[in-house]
């Protein structure tokens, strides 16, 4: 306005301020309803605000806490990517990132994701802890299916056993572990072990379908056909 007081520049010049005073002011009811845990709110006026401040990390950082608290994770990722893009050295989104993974049961990504906060500060805590706890069971997880490549179905279930000691709190791999120690039975012409594990991941995911399929190969070796 002061370097070129035109008709046309002052006009957009105005038009401009009238936004940013408008966005200013949607900022503050965000931060207001995330205050008061009103995420959804939260959520649809952050949309507003980054429709036109699209390269705000912090904004993108906010939405992410929104969206994990409104059990949307694959969305809290996508901003938080963005955010870990946008700003330098962004340790705090590249945590939060290889978490959610973790979460979710995508031990290979979290893996993948929280090797990129080690690059960018290795004594980072939380991120060398997370690390070494993905790592291991990264680690145990593709011993278990080396061995039911090799056909070694004891030592397979033996190792899944570990996975689900190594990682009791999140639900997702005991789940996993007991569809592949169920697989590993059937494979082994345990018939009656196999049904009662594939039972009881079926009761969690009715529609897991290699539970399913390894049940009814457990089904054939008791000449159960029916079932």
């Known amino acids: 306005l002061k370097s070129n007081p035109s008709n046309n520049e002052e006009k957009e010049a105005q038009t401009q301020l009238t936004k940013s005073d408008e966005l200013q002011r ?42 994990i608290k409104e059990g949307e994770p694959s969305k809290a990722i996508s901003d938080l990517k963005a955010a870990a893009k946008l700003k330098n050295d962004n340790t705090e989104a590249f945590y939060k990132i290889s978490r959610i993974y973790y979460q979710l049961g995508d031990h290979e990504l979290s893996l993948s994701e929280v090797r990129e906060c080690l690059k960018l500060d290795q004594d980072h805590k939380q991120c060398f802890s997370l690390y070494k706890q993905v790592k291991k069971l990264n680690k145990q997880i593709e011993s278990a299916e080396e061995f039911i490549r090799e056909g070694r179905y004891e030592d397979a279930i033996s190792k899944y056993e570990t996975v689900m000691k190594t990682e009791p709190e999140v639900p997702v791999y005991s789940t996993r572990a007991k569809e592949r120690i169920c697989h590993c039975l059937s494979k082994n012409q345990q018939a009656t072990e196999a049904i009662k594990l594939c039972t009881e991941v079926l009761q969690l995911e009715p529609t897991n379908v290699n539970a399913l399929k390894d049940r009814a190969e457990a089904y054939l070796l008791e000449d159960m056909y029916e079932e």
């Open 26 to 67: 949607l900022h503050s009811q965000a931060l207001s309803a995330y205050q008061q845990e009103d995420y959804e709110a939260a959520i649809s006026l952050l949309d507003e605000i980054l429709a036109v401040c699209v390269w705000d990390a912090e904004l993108r950082e906010l939405r992410a806490e929104c969206y």
